[in-house]
């Protein structure tokens, strides 16, 4: 009986034992299990990163590959402008751009009396390669040539009107143009000065529909002086679309004196 009872006793006390050493043990593997959970979430947050970068090399290489699309279409809008600007649209018919005159472009050549119905005294048409940097380049608004004119006039038997045009002082800054206006006995109507700035300014709009005195002259006198030298020392004025109308001439008439070689 005291064996029986001794046995039992040390079965107890291995009992105690184990349930002694039970919490170290759970203990122990709360803290693997914690352990391994950091370990995932570690090896989770380095695979999130690395796709990232991954992804942030790709859209970096696709953008030095092509350009973005705001920038191709920017570049398809630039060369259509490009395409636009080299193909000379035709002007209206009452707007002179001088490119019908001659076809020359080595040197200056008189503008023929006939041309687009008026009679051209000293005004010059001239080709913008002619003297590149100068307001012979700059003054062109459309196609290729330019009128020049340092003391010139523009006059017909049939009343014509002159709306505006532009203009360019071809070497000088600060230079003056006067325009007049004449009736059929010769007298003055209208007059109108303005100064031109530095040649590479580009053309300055003059509009004389607001000038009066410009409507049913039969001559338009153009004069230059003052200014300082900028590219070079002559008074000239380069003249661009300028817009005529002939409203006693037919049309027909016109065209068909529009085109000289």
Known sequence: AAESTITSLRSDVKE???ENESPHMQLHEIR??????????????AEYTITSLRSDAEELHRENESPPYEQ??????NNSHDQQLNEVSPLPPSIIGFDDVSNTTGKSVPIPNGYRGL????INVMHSSRNRGTGYEYGVVSGDYVAVVIDGSISSTTPFSVAGLRATAAFLTGMDVLFESFDDNGTRIGEYTT???HPSEG????DLRGEGKFEGMHKLKITTSGGTRAMGSLPVVAIDDLDVSLPQASSAAVAAESTIT
């Open 16 to 18: 105690l034992d184990y």
């Open 32 to 45: 693997d299990s914690n352990s391994r959970d950091l370990l995932q979430a570690a090896v989770a947050s």
């Open 72 to 77: 191709q279409n920017e570049v398809r809008d």
């Open 119 to 122: 009679n051209w005294e000293d």
């Open 195 to 197: 100064t031109l700035g």
């Open 203 to 206: 053309p300055t709009s003059i």
